[in-house]
């Protein structure tokens, strides 16, 4: 039963799209743009096509609940949870996506690195980052009185899912199991042999905990009222573009001095000197339905919030994602 889907991160996209056009950000935010484009990209990917592989192996079970990008704030602490799954019997799946079609080497210690054709890195640990997210939810979970028959808090189980075109170098099982790491479409695969090799302690410990799937659906509900979507249009400190450049006003107007102020310097030349005339009116900015930033077009409706707002945006235009910035 899926009860959230991945959040709509278009407008994020479309916000880091124009400000890396813009002409207002240097080129280490350009730098940090282009990076943040194709991680975001990446991630929606990565995200949207696990969820397509678990929605179509949960779809005609009743036995689960699924919460697709669910973002938790609790005392201060984050948890952005990719994908989450209850089940009847209390047992609760955190599953974090990582989009890299790369070949990925885990060593013993249970580190983390991508290797492609001409770069190799390291990346955090995602089984690390997932148990950080349980010791948030727990203390969410027991505030929203979700726990099972026999008041224990539910089981967790952590699962990373890699791009199915990964390549996984793993260290022997004894030294550090990745057993929960598996490529994004082995899920179903994975979970028939995870419950498959479940003992009789814990089909029984399952059983006094089971639950009701309209209890389960109420708990992924309770979850899913708790989500806090990040800020799609927040940016760091060091990403506040430049003051845009208006056109300075027409005030300025050379006009000659009268021969009385005429002053001879002894040069061949005679100097005339420029003044200010405060009478004259100063000109209006030209209005147009382009962008004063990033010069792409824009409504009607977006020039003309622009002019009735004009001592806030000097009396230019800009487009809904630049009205933000200003």
């Avoid at 950080?132 to 699962?159: S, W």
């Avoid at 309209?214 to 800020?231: N, S």
């Avoid at 806030?312 to 809904?320: A, I, K, T």
Wanted: hydrophobic share 35%; with cysteine.
């Amino acid at each position: 039963m899926l009860l959230k889907s991945v959040d709509d991160k278009s407008r994020r996209l479309t916000l880091l799209g124009e400000l890396h056009r813009s002409q207002l950000v240097d080129r280490d935010q350009k730098k940090w743009l282009r990076d943040e484009l194709i991680r975001l990209r990446k991630g929606i990917q990565g995200e949207r096509e696990s969820a397509h592989y678990l929605d179509n192996y949960f779809k005609d079970r009743e036995t689960h609940v699924i919460l697709h990008d669910l973002r938790l704030v609790v005392d201060g602490e984050v948890a952005q949870i990719d994908h989450l799954i209850f089940n009847r019997a209390s047992k609760i799946y955190l599953l974090e996506t990582k989009n890299y079609a790369c070949n990925l080497v885990i060593n013993e210690r249970g580190e983390f690195t991508a290797e492609y054709e001409h770069e190799r890195f390291g990346i955090p640990s995602p089984i690390e980052q997932s148990r950080r997210h349980e010791r948030v939810l727990c203390k969410l979970l027991e505030r929203l009185d979700i726990v099972g028959r026999t008041q224990k808090a539910p089981d967790f189980h952590h699962v990373v899912l890699f791009h199915p075109r990964a390549t996984i170098e793993r260290p022997p099982a004894h030294v550090f199991d990745t057993s929960n790491v598996i490529k994004a479409d082995q899920f179903p695969s994975w979970h028939q042999k995870f419950v498959e090799t479940l003992g009789i302690g814990t089909v029984l410990k399952s059983a006094l905990n089971m639950r009701s799937l309209e209890t389960i659906r109420q708990w992924g509900e309770k979850l899913a009222r708790q989500h806090r979507p990040a800020d799609l249009l927040a940016l760091p400190d060091f990403m506040q573009p430049r003051e845009p450049r208006h056109a300075k006003p027409a005030s300025a107007i050379s006009t000659p001095a009268s021969n009385s102020d005429m002053r001879s310097s002894g040069n061949a030349q005679d100097k005339v000197t420029s003044s200010v005339d405060a009478s004259l009116p100063i000109e209006e900015p030209v209005r147009r339905l382009v962008c004063a930033n990033c010069g792409t077009k824009i409504s009607f409706a977006e020039g003309k919030f622009c002019w009735n707002n004009a001592p806030r945006f000097g009396g230019l235009q800009y487009c809904r994602a630049h009205q933000v910035l200003l």
